[in-house]
């Protein structure tokens, strides 16, 4: 699963193909999509800060195969 944490704007603007949008400000909402913490998940944003802020608040709520793909584009 690809998540871009990046605004809803910016990812309107361009994204991965198949990548799902959670902003980071949303991200603790993830369960409702991602019920199952065992998924791999990569994340994305722009430069890879925001998916690294992302990361570590995932980790904490217990999801354990988590990858920082940095940029959107590296996808």
């Not at 990046?6 to 400000?25: D, K, Q, V």
């Not at 603790?28 to 998924?39: C, E, F, G, L, N």
Request: hydrophobic fraction near 40%; charge should be negative; glycine fraction near 6%.
């Amino acid at each position: 699963m690809l998540i871009d944490v990046r605004t809803a704007e910016e990812f309107y603007r361009a994204h991965a193909p198949g990548s799902i949008n959670i902003p980071l400000h949303e991200i603790r909402d993830i369960a409702s999509i991602v019920p199952d913490k065992d998924t791999p998940i990569m994340l994305c944003c722009k430069s890879g800060s925001r998916a690294s802020d992302a990361l570590e608040i995932l980790r904490c709520m217990g999801y354990t195969k988590l990858i920082n793909i940095g940029t959107w584009q590296n996808y």
